[in-house]
C-alpha cells in the first residue's frame, strides 16, 4: 500500500506540481501531475476546508476531496488516498497559503455500555443492580481480578502502550463502572468522565499535556470535576473542593480496576485546563487524564518510602 509522500514541482506542467505516493520499495512510486488550474481548483477547496469533487483534464481521472480522506480514482479502477488534513497541510504550505486549521469541534454524547440488561429502570435500585452486573461480568479471557491487596501491590504506570492493542470494550465498561462506585461527598457525584475516542481529539489531547506523547494512549479518559452536582449547603469553594476529590477519586478506581484487568495506565495531572475544556467542549474543570492500554512490557512497582516514614501516630 502506497503512503502520501509529498509534492514536487512539475517538469511538465508549469505553475502545477506532482503527488508523490511511495510504496515500500524505494523505486516503487506513484505520481499524479496536475496542472495550475487543477491545482487552483484544489487550493481552493482545501484552503476553505470544503469538500468537492475534481475531475482532472486527462478525462479519466478525479480528485474526491472528503472531511477525512482525499482519494484520488485514477485509470482502471486504481485508487489513491491521503488524509486530507495531510493533503491540506502539504498543498498550501507548497503554494505559500497562510493557513490556520480549524480546531474540530465535538459534542459528547450518551454512552451505551455492551452489557444490555433488562428493565435498567430509573430506581435506585434498578442502577445499582446494573452496576454490579457490569462489575461482576465475566468474559472468557477474564483474568483472577479477585485479590485488591494483590493488584495494589503489583500496579506500576506506564508510559510505553502497546498501541497496536485496542482495549476490549466490557473492559472499557468495568473501568468506567468502577468509577462511578467511588465514594463522593454527600454522595452527589460531583464529578463527569470524558471517554474520548476520537484520534484527533486524543493528538490535541498530547498538545494539552504538555506534548506527553503517550496521552495518545488506547483508551483515554478524561476526569472533570461538577461542583454544580453536589447540592450541600456550603460554600463554593467547599463545593470545589469535594469536586475535585470526587472525581480524584473516581479517577483513582478507574486505575485500579485497569490493573485488576490486566492493563497498565498513567495518570496525567500536567494538564492545560482550559485547553483540554476547549478540546472537549465542556465548562467543566479538567482534574487528570487517565491513559490506559496495554503495556509494551510489564514492570514490578516502583519502591516507596518506609510505613514508619509516612505515618505519624497520635495517641
Ligand atoms: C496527581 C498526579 C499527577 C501526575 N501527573 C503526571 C503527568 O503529568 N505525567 C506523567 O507522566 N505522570 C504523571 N503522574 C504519574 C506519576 O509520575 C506516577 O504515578 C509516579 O511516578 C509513581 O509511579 P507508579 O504509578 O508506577 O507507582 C502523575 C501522578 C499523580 C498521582
Known amino acids: 500500500m502506497e503512503e502520501f509522500s509529498g509534492i514536487e514541482p512539475s517538469y511538465i506542467s508549469k505553475d502545477g506540481c506532482r503527488l508523490i505516493w511511495r510504496g515500500i520499495d524505494e523505486d516503487d512510486q506513484d505520481v499524479i ?43 482502471e479502477r486504481k485508487m489513491l488516498e491521503v488524509k486530507t488534513s495531510v493533503l491540506r497541510k502539504k498543498i498550501l504550505e507548497y503554494r505559500k497559503v497562510p493557513h490556520e486549521p480549524k480546531p474540530i469541534k465535538i459534542y459528547s454524547k450518551e454512552f451505551f455500555p455492551s ?3 433488562e428493565n435498567e429502570g430509573e430506581e435506585e435500585e ?49 473501568i468506567l463502572a468502577a468509577a462511578d462506585t467511588a465514594p463522593t461527598a454527600g454522595n452527589f457525584q460531583g464529578f463527569e468522565v470524558f471517554y474520548i475516542k476520537n484520534r484527533e481529539i486524543k493528538k490535541r489531547l498530547v498538545e494539552a499535556a504538555n506534548n506527553q506523547p503517550y496521552v495518545n494512549a488506547p483508551l483515554v479518559l478524561v476526569f472533570c470535576m461538577d461542583p454544580s452536582r453536589v447540592k450541600m449547603n456550603f460554600p ?8 475535585l476529590q470526587d472525581a480524584t477519586l473516581a479517577a483513582a478506581y478507574s486505575q485500579l480496576a485497569a490493573s485488576a484487568l490486566g492493563l497498565s495506565s498513567i495518570w496525567i495531572g500536567m494538564i492545560a485546563e482550559e485547553k483540554v475544556k476547549q478540546i472537549i467542549n465542556t465548562n467543566l474543570r479538567p482534574t487528570s487524564i487517565l491513559c490506559i492500554g496495554y503495556p509494551n512490557q510489564k514492570r514490578p512497582p ?3 518510602r518506609k510505613l514508619k516514614e509516612l505515618v505519624r501516630v497520635i495517641e
Open 33 to 75: 501531475v496536475l496542472s495550475k488550474d487543477e491545482l487552483d481548483h484544489l487550493v481552493e477547496l482545501l484552503s476553505k476546508e470544503s469538500t468537492g469533487k475534481i475531475e482532472l483534464e486527462d478525462e479519466f481521472s478525479t480528485i474526491l476531496v472528503n472531511t477525512d480522506t482525499t482519494q484520488f480514482q485514477l485509470k
Open 115 to 117: 452489557i444490555i440488561i
Open 126 to 174: 434498578d442502577r445499582n443492580k446494573f452496576l454490579n452486573t457490569v462489575l461482576t461480568a465475566k468474559n472468557k479471557t477474564a483474568i483472577s481480578e479477585g485479590d485488591l491487596f494483590r493488584i495494589m501491590s503489583t500496579r506500576r504506570s506506564t508510559r510505553n502502550f502497546d498501541t497496536s492493542r485496542f482495549v476490549e470494550q466490557w473492559k472499557v465498561d468495568k
Open 236 to 243: 463554593p469553594e467547599t463545593l470545589a473542593k469535594f469536586s
Open 302 to 304: 516502583k519502591s516507596r
